[in-house]
């Protein structure tokens, strides 16, 4: 993924170039050198759509196309050729199909290009028995005719799996099927250098109309620009089965071994099982086994390594209310953090002053008082290091006793093992502090929510100067009733995406998401948000998702909804051919404050905080399990007042999730059960 996104950044730091004049042979500067995945296209990210069916054949998953949704299986080329309008000059097309019989004379398409209603076929692949065609049209090079260029002798009809790998590149064909030796063909006419895509589409398994529909099962189907892929993909076991890429709902697949190295040996050889802690595992322990009683697993000797056979996964099953942390007042935010050789902390972000906000220690399988703290209405904590400097800042919201507006960074004090006073910061109704390094510097970046009645004001990104051992303005970015800040990584480069919660008039405005570029943050993305409060990121394998928390629908010009409150919270996902975030789920929420991301086992969780739902703050907060193409299904229901913030941490001792309450000056810790 860093390659693309090395692209992508370069792109958005310098502007994109116009597409090199037509007849030109650099197609790789209209756009990135990626597989683009046809299939993926017309299968909607949150799971199936009508016209298309997934059946697991031979314990593979496939799609079968209906041919009465042929129209609906389509796509605008313009989706997928983001920088220019040409088809590229030299490619790979890879597929993955399982062929149902064929009649002699029938022709099936996997996908055609096709241009306006009237217009030919600009680029196909069909077969009939035992042929393969690949088509194509270019009024210069062909005098308006289309081209056909035909394997014979390909047999696929034999209802298996088959890989093909078709490499085009000027009067060159090469035709791969599972990996085996390529045929070759030199033709007189060659693929058009400039084949125009203005205004075309792309077609899977059909033509644009039920005549030559395809028949039997899809698994893969991708174009990529500039190079053969054969050697990128021939290096699977399984060679029929080779991946380049596949929709992610097919990805979830029985694994096969490739050798039993189990039934490798007789049956009737003695077995010797090992229990307690890991034994050594040499030439003389090979082939015995070694049970894992803690974890459930039992585990295989090859010679060198402990290889699992059997092994229980870690499992959610139910949520405990574990202990009841009564705190100074009501309670904003939570911050949970580790010092070295001291132990697991949480700071609270109390509402009253007097007393301040807390700072808990875990002790015992529970949190203890360890240190107050003066706040001003505190919002949230922020914990952080620099070198072996440990901070804690704080978002106070109002102002002190003098009538100053401070929000305060503390240092850990290694010799009174505390927090003492070391940096005021000005700020304005501060509700949230992020702090991150960027290229070996590290920076805090403040949401300042309002000065008097103007939320339209600035929030700050301060840098640190090693210098003078304080942190110091590096830029302003103009901000609405600014309620969280979220910083996260993509590759080599970096993100910050701010909740913004009202402007004056409305909650209904952008919350941006900002990269850094030369030196500065630059506007990214903008995304449309009612009342967000909260901005969560997190990493599924390789995708990227982002979720806000949406708080309420408010707008002084229009008509309000009956209930201001009961509103969707939407997932996103990093799409990397869109360059951008694109909706992947949205959740219905009440009054939204904070999302939470968290992993059991193999399984991952998002839980959110519901704080009223317009008639009461004794709201269910949710957790949700991610489940594939369905996305994320609530599992668990929990009863919560006013839920402001939710925390997971883990200890010896199991995993634990912690609420605040801005309701009642008591927080909760809930143990997850597992099994």
């Known amino acids: 993924m860093s390659a693309l996104l090395l692209v992508w950044a370069v792109l958005l730091h310098s502007g994109i170039k116009s597409c090199l004049a037509r ?24 799971g199936l759509r009508n016209g298309i069916r997934m059946l697991q054949v031979q314990g593979v998953r496939g799609f079968q196309l209906l041919a009465s949704h042929s129209q609906s299986l389509c796509f605008p080329a313009s989706r997928i050729f983001l920088h220019c309008d040409r088809f590229p000059e030299e490619f790979s097309i890879i597929v993955t199909l399982r062929v149902l019989s064929v009649p002699g004379k029938k022709n099936e398409y996997i996908f055609t290009v096709m241009g306006e209603e009237s217009s030919p076929v600009l680029v196909g692949l069909r077969y009939s028995l035992n042929k393969l065609h690949f088509l194509f049209w270019s009024r210069e090079l062909s005098n308006g005719w289309q081209t056909r260029v035909t394997f014979r002798d390909i047999s696929l009809v034999d209802n298996q799996w088959h890989t093909l790998v078709l490499a085009v590149s000027g009067h060159s064909f090469s035709l791969t099927v599972d990996c085996s030796i390529p045929v070759d063909m ?39 620009p500039g190079s053969d892929a054969t050697s990128r993909i021939c290096t699977n076991m399984n060679l029929k089965l080779a991946v380049l890429s596949i929709p992610p709902v097919l990805q979830d697949l029985p694994v096969k071994p490739g050798s039993n190295e189990v039934l490798k040996y007789p049956y009737e050889a003695e077995m010797k099982v090992t229990f307690g802690s890991r034994p050594p595992c040499t030439k003389t322990e090979k082939a015995q086994f ?52 001291m132990g697991l902390f949480a700071a609270t972000a109390n509402r009253q002053t007097p007393p301040g906000s807390a700072i808990y220690k875990w ?80 920076f805090l970046a403040v949401a300042n929510h309002r000065e008097g009645d103007n939320h339209n004001i600035n929030s700050v990104i301060y840098r640190w100067n090693p210098r003078t051992g304080l942190f110091e303005t590096n830029q302003t970015i103009s901000t609405s009733g600014a309620y969280d800040w979220e910083f996260f990584t993509i590759g080599p480069y970096s993100f910050l995406a701010v909740a913004n919660t009202f402007n004056g008039t409305s909650t209904r405005i952008y ?57 969707n919270s939407s997932i996103y996902e990093l799409n990397i051919t869109a360059q951008m975030f694109i909706k992947f789920q949205d959740l219905l929420t009440y009054s939204a404050l904070d999302w939470e991301f968290f992993s059991v086992g193999e399984d991952s969780f998002l839980v959110v905080a519901n704080s009223f739902d317009g ?61």
């Not at 792309?202 to 893969?220: I, M, N, P």
């Not at 290889?307 to 009501?330: F, G, I, P």
């Not at 990214?524 to 390789?542: C, K, R």
């Not at 006013?642 to 309450?661: M, P």
């Open 23 to 46: 007849g030109g042979r650099s197609w790789e500067h209209c756009t990135d050198l990626r597989p683009l995945d046809l299939l993926a296209e017309v299968v909607p990210a949150g």
């Open 186 to 224: 030199v033709v007189d006419t060659p693929f058009p250098a400039s084949l125009t895509m203005k205004g075309a589409s792309f077609y899977v398994g059909s033509r644009r109309r039920r005549k030559g529909f395809f028949t039997g099962l899809l698994r893969q189907l991708v174009l990529l």
């Open 615 to 675: 008639f009461t703050f004794s709201v269910n907060s949710i957790i949700y399990r991610w489940q594939g193409y369905e996305g994320f299904v609530a599992v668990h229901h929990l009863p919560t007042f006013g839920c402001r913030d939710w925390e997971a941490f883990n200890t010896t001792g199991g995993s634990y999730l912690i609420y605040s309450s801005a309701k009642e000056p008591l927080s909760k810790v809930l143990k997850l059960k597992t099994v």
């Open 511 to 567: 919350s941006h998401i900002y990269v850094w570029l030369s030196g500065s943050f630059q506007l990214f993305q903008s995304i449309l948000t009612f009342g967000a409060a909260d901005w969560e990121v997190f990493h599924i394998g390789d995708r990227v998702f982002l979720v806000v928390a949406n708080s309420h629908s408010y707008d002084s010009g229009t008509l309000m909804p009956s209930n201001l409150y009961a509103i």
């Open 290 to 341: 070694w049970f894992n009683v803690s974890q459930k697993g039992l585990h295989l000797c090859n010679g060198s390594a402990w290889l699992s056979v059997l092994e229980a996964k870690e499992r959610l099953d139910y949520v405990e209310e574990y202990q009841n942390l009564v705190t100074n007042s009501e309670t904003l935010g939570i911050e949970i953090f580790a010092i070295p050789e």
């Open 363 to 442: 002790m015992d399988g529970k949190f203890v008082s360890y240190q107050n703290i003066p706040t001003y209405q505190a919002q949230s904590w922020k914990y952080f290091t620099i070198g072996k400097k440990i901070f804690l800042a704080v978002a106070n919201f109002e102002q002190n006793e003098r009538g100053q507006e401070f929000s305060v960074i503390y240092k850990w004090s290694y010799r009174k093992e505390k927090f003492i006073s070391y940096q005021r910061i000005s700020t304005h109704n501060a509700r949230d502090w992020e702090a991150f390094v960027i290229e070996g510097e590290a």
